[in-house]
């Protein structure tokens, strides 16, 4: 596996990797500069020395970027020598990232990528104006050859697939595998919450303009001199961290407004418990509007409500009886939906029961059965019928 992440903190990679290992294949994982290295639980991690680029210059993000192709890329050169690896699974972003498996390919060895999210929406937001257009419409033609250099293409939900299909990737090439969470971790809790002395609101995860959080920082002031004990965590870190803990100490939200460092995955769900609900402030746009964040299915995995910006791609799974929405970017409508949800411990049960069963029927035992399904259909009979001799890089 080749991804340009850390190991501790993004759960696709990690979780893709474990299932793979736990069946006996032999797994070796290229990312990013990872406090664990080595084996973990029977992954072989391997962290080269970078880190992740966060800031607005097209030209660090490129530089980085190269960096790690030519790192990873002269790395997965020195492995395959020593062994033939039968399989590459490469995680985006970026989509390029599939090249440091071009030398693997010349040696024999099947290429899965694995597509997060869509590039060229992410960029046109990102960077905006006719760059940002142009600059959209050539990472189209990048994100399309480089499915092309691909045996298999991963999609991360049926709305992603068809978009993938409608700029161009052969759609018999592409599998769905939802990014739910593992159980294991992330297990509900039958406790319950009550507003009776502290109501939090949990938001966590990257902190970038299209997420929303400057509209949640304006509902929390709207809710501060109303509902004192209404509070609002933040989890996470990311490019507009500085400037939203100086937009919150502008609005005077000290004692509203919490932020926390991003911890392992392993740690997530006891942080995550403290919560009353779970935030999804997204702004609308062409890529929000293409996300199912993990967030909210690790909320309804562990039996949070969930307030989410009304998006198409989380409508598509999640009914009004299982999430209670909001206009995209509009903070009194936030602060009513949050307000809603505090006056009615009914409401926040019944929203956590639907979303719960929305993720009994997505649950990450089937999503790992169609993963095994992509993974072996490039694998020769015998091979696919005995997983241990099967190796990734």
Known sequence: MIAYTTFVHDARVKRHAQALADRGDQVDLLCLENPQQGDHGGVNVIGLKLRRYRGSRKSGYFGTYLRFFLAAGIKAIRLGLLHRYDLVLVCTMPDAAVLCALPLKLLGSKIVLDMHDTMPELYREKFGGHRGALGARLLTLEERLSALFANRVLAVHELHRRRLVATGVRASKIDVVLNVPDPRIFAPDHNGHSHAEQFTVVCHGTVARRLGLDVALHAMAILRDRLPCVNLLVLGSGDYLPEYKSLASRLDLARNVHFHPPVPLEQLPALLRQATV??????????????????????????????????????????????????????????????????????????????????DAFNWPTQREYYYRAIDSLLDCEMSRTPQRVRGM
């Open 278 to 359: 779970g935030l999804i402030p997204n702004r609308a746009s062409s890529a929000t509007h293409l996300m199912l964040p993990v967030k909210l299915l690790e909320y309804a995995a562990l039996g949070i409500p969930v307030v989410a910006a009304r998006l198409h791609t989380i409508e598509h799974y999640f009914d009004p009886s299982c999430v209670q929405y909001f206009a995209p970017g509009d903070p009194v409508d936030l602060a009513g939906a949050i307000e809603a949800l505090y006056r009615s411990p009914l409401r926040r049960k019944l929203l956590a029961n639907g979303a719960r069963r929305v993720m």
